[in-house]
């Protein structure tokens, strides 16, 4: 039986009209419903947003009436939202939990169904488990003659169809905004005279932090602040080269930072006031000598596989306790639910703290680098080199692949078992295999294959000490995959 409903790393996503269809979502919200009445200690109760893209709203509507059918109250959001934002919401109200209509960074043609668990944050991997167990249940009863529609499901099981009343639209409140500012310095960042660029690329992040920084003494200008489901024609991931709009608007108009989120606005991207991209190895490092340093907040730490080593150095200097994670936030925010994690991220623009969220949230995080820079009074360039020098200087860089996933895998299941002895000169040193396959180098440095189980994409990471090297090695990487695939790599 073939199921089109498959959690990955954050959620299901599927192509629009083609897996990701009405019906399909109203089994997803069915499978979910089951799962939230278990919930103890929390309202029969489910908060629901969605973003920009096509049809996002009216998803998010077919989920809702699925849940009410289920005997939930139901809160939705009348507008497209940052999906940490429901996750806030999830967990102030104390409801059972919530649901995001989002692919995320994913291309203009994904829609995605996100799962926020009671606790405020995604559904870790035992709850996802659950919830397709949950699928799979409704669609052999479906095979063997049961109700053909989910919305039909619902009513079965209920023995009522949904009511509308019980569905609530309701617009933003200020109590997120309200957290975020309790977290930073909000009266120096407001004295601090910075100028700012923020890009939203067309997402959920919109015009927020423009109107949070209404009447300080920072200048804003958002640029991408507009609504649209195709996000300008790019996918809406924040890093280069989709930044590089935002690193023109920065040189041109000599401001002192750029600020991104993505499409749901959980992640983020920052160039410095050259226009420079900061990846997330450098914001998150600079973000944890911030929060330990200059704030005197304590815990530990968290990095997926493909984070800097530069976390572990700094980590070791101030004797923090340290965790790493296979890739996936959702990694991260399990280990929140049980330690207090100072900081934790990923590579692809993720990064959270227990004190605010278990959930990356790019509007914050964002609002914490102002405060880094209102604090200290330095440039982002400038501390990165301080930074460089206290520990050392590393650089890195990533490339998605699309080939097909025989051949990824093949990379992978290649580097396991038969690896060469070296790349771009380096000898290889170990082989890591807590996700895909992590090739260490000599010399501090690194390549990293991960294959996804979904999608025919390989993505190769890699970091090394200077430019120079990381681009050898990453060559040498794309060279080894090529003699998998016939068709060569892009």
């Known amino acids: 039986m073939n199921i089109p409903i498959k959690f990955g790393t954050d959620g299901w996503r599927g192509v629009i009209a083609d897996t990701f269809t009405f019906e399909n979502v109203r089994y997803a919200a069915q499978a979910t419903a089951e799962y939230f009445k278990t919930v103890e200690k929390t309202e029969r109760a489910v908060f629901i947003g969605f973003d920009v ?62 799962v926020k668990a009671h606790f405020g944050g995604s559904a870790t991997p035992p709850i996802t488990a659950k919830i397709e167990a949950a699928v799979a249940a409704l669609y052999e009863r479906r095979q063997y003659g049961g109700p053909r529609s989910a919305s039909a499901i619902a009513r079965s099981l209920n023995d009522r169809p949904p009511l509308q009343s019980e569905i609530e639209i309701i617009g933003p409140e200020k109590y997120y905004s309200e957290h975020m500012k309790s977290l930073v310095d909000w009266d120096r960042i407001s004295k601090s005279k910075l100028k700012i660029v923020v890009d939203s690329m067309h997402g959920c992040g919109g015009y927020i932090l423009e109107n949070l920084l209404a009447g300080a003494s920072c200048t804003v200008r958002t640029i991408r602040g507009d609504p649209d489901p195709l996000f300008g024609g790019i996918n809406p991931e924040p890093m280069m080269p989709q930044l590089e709009p935002l690193a023109g608007v920065v040189r041109q108009s000599g401001s002192d930072i750029g600020l991104a989120t993505d499409g749901d606005a959980d992640r983020l991207g920052i160039v410095d006031e050259t226009g420079r991209y900061v990846n997330t190895l450098q914001t998150l490092s600079l973000l944890l000598l911030h929060v330990y340093r200059n704030k005197g907040w304590r815990g530990s730490v968290a990095r997926t596989y493909s984070q800097s080593l530069m976390i572990p150095r700094i980590g070791a200097k101030l004797g923090l306790e340290l965790y790493e994670r296979p890739i996936g936030f959702k990694n991260i925010a399990e280990l929140m639910l049980e330690h207090d994690i100072l900081i934790g991220g990923e590579e692809s623009g993720g990064i959270g703290l227990s004190r605010h969220l278990p959930e990356r949230d790019g509007i914050f995080i964002n609002l914490l680098f102002l405060d880094l820079l209102a604090a200290t009074g330095k440039s982002c360039s400038q501390l990165i080199r301080e930074m460089w020098d206290e520990f050392g200087e590393f650089h890195y860089d990533r490339r998605d692949l699309h080939i097909p996933i025989e051949a990824g895998q093949s990379v992978v299941d290649r580097l396991k078992t038969d690896p060469p002895p070296a790349f771009a000169g380096r000898r290889i040193q170990g082989i890591g295999t807590l996700d895909g396959v992590k090739v260490f180098l000599e010399n501090d440095s690194w390549i990293l294959f991960r294959q996804s189980g979904t999608e025919p994409l390989l993505r190769v990471y890699c970091e090394a000490p200077t430019e120079g090297a990381m681009k050898e090695i990453m060559a040498a990487g794309l060279k080894f995959v090529e003699q998998f695939t016939s068709a060569g790599v892009s």
């Open 53 to 114: 893209r096509f049809q996002s709203s009216k998803f998010a509507h077919a989920a809702a009436e699925v849940f009410a059918g289920n005997g939930f109250r139901v809160v939705m959001m009348d507008r497209p939202y940052p999906t940490p934002y429901v996750s806030f919401e999830v967990r102030r109200r104390k409801f059972a939990g919530g649901i995001m209509i989002t692919a995320s960074h994913n291309p203009p043609i994904f829609n995605g169904f996100k």
